[in-house]
DNA sequence: GCCGATCTACGACTTTTGGCCGAGGCGGTG
DNA sequence: CACCGCCTCGGCCAAAAGTCGTAGATCGGC
């Protein structure tokens, strides 16, 4: 029982609580150790830079930075960074586009502690993990939307409550031109109006309200 | 060090790691045990009869009943029920229909495990708490909006992206009608469209969307 | 250099929405 | 009873939104 090496793991949530509770947990693994924190994704990459750790356990939807792009820093510092992403939500769109940025795992909260650890041991191993929803979520994201960015931009910009003319204004091009962005977002989405769309948008997370 | 008899906690969260790493923080404390801890709310009434805990924590935004409504269910079989609030969302309208609903204390995910366990221990000893952010949600929430059945029908109805005429024929109503409660709406969230009023009524808890 | 995607914009049109009035019915309260 | 809040509905009108087709400009890839 002599832990050679404890492999290190690094612990990103926004969540004091969720921190201690998963920290607890991995601490109480005689081959893992929680060696950093971190409550926001700017504090994550420099707690990487000083430990570098052998996995991080990333909370999506944090302040400061989103954990997508956190995701993606973090393996264009290191390639061989192993991100774990650790969330509660499941949009495909949050799914594909961390997988997209690098992270080697994808679980939700509901996971037990057991699970958990075992995860964290198969991507240190090199495999990876898909949780069950978010595999399912994926596959049927076969038909993932594939947005223009001025399609997304009036999209979020919709999704704010903007008027065609505000929107427009806001980017610069006429009334008409928002239209034609918006009629194809319609077609993409397969609505007819904008409060439809803002919530097809909301549960594929293509935008987040509040 | 003789544990006369420690306060029974009893635990409800939908995710499972959260449930664990929070009994681990409460364990770790000689004057509290958690007895029991459940996953939605059907469970968590199920546990409460069985073991009548001293304190329980909740989550709100669990699957098969609402949060607030295990509160009022709770606190029906038994009016001493302790009841703390324990989520990652601040929306006026949820923090006010708990604390009506007679929950002791209100707290956030972001709190410090230690303050955690200060907060049963106050509530254990008759007192109550809310999160800072809770009560600045609170204070600005004297505006609170009192809405119509009718109102919050329309409301969720369009919400959901239907049209006046969709939202008439579910109602049973004429869609004239549907414009005067939504135009009552409007005014009461300060709203002058239907996106701006989804986007409001999100902010504030009166809807959720996905 | 051609093709496809994207962004831009217009006309013309229909439908929907939102604002501004008034008005009757109904149920509870002072 | 009178008042008030809520629900109901109507007309009218202006503005916004959504649908159709067309079309020039640009950019990147084959």
Redesign the interface.
């Known amino acids: 029982m002599a832990p050679t090496t404890r492999a290190s793991v690094l612990l990103v949530d926004?969540?004091?609580?969720?921190r201690?509770?998963?920290a607890?947990?991995i601490n109480q693994e005689a081959d893992l150790q929680v060696v950093a924190e971190a409550g926001n994704g700017v504090e994550a990459l420099e707690a990487y830079d000083r430990h570098h750790p052998d996995v991080t356990l990333l909370d999506l939807r944090m302040p400061v930075m989103e954990g997508v792009e956190v995701v993606r820093r973090l393996r264009e510092r290191d390639p061989r960074a192993r991100v774990i992403v650790?969330t509660?939500y499941d949009?495909d769109d949050e799914i594909s586009r961390a997988l997209k940025a690098g992270a080697k795992a994808y679980v939700?909260?509901?996971?037990?502690?057991d699970d958990?650890v075992t995860c964290i041991r198969d991507v240190l191993a090199g495999k990876s993990y898909l949780a069950p929803a978010a595999a399912a979520k994926l596959a049927e994201g076969v038909t993932r939307v594939q947005l223009t960015p001025r399609e997304l931009a009036s999209l979020r910009l919709?999704?704010?409550?903007?008027?065609n003319k505000e929107i427009a204004n806001e980017l610069g091009i006429s009334d008409r031109t928002v239209k034609t962005h918006l009629g194809h977002l319609f077609e993409k989405l397969g609505?007819t109006?904008?409060?439809?769309?803002?919530?097809?948008a909301?549960?594929r997370g293509l935008v987040r309200?509040?």
């Open positions: 926004d969540h004091a609580l969720m201690t509770g998963v607890n947990i650790l509660t949009t939700l909260k509901d996971i037990s502690a958990l919709m999704a704010d409550g903007k008027s609505v109006s904008r409060t439809e769309a803002v919530k097809v909301t549960r309200l509040a």
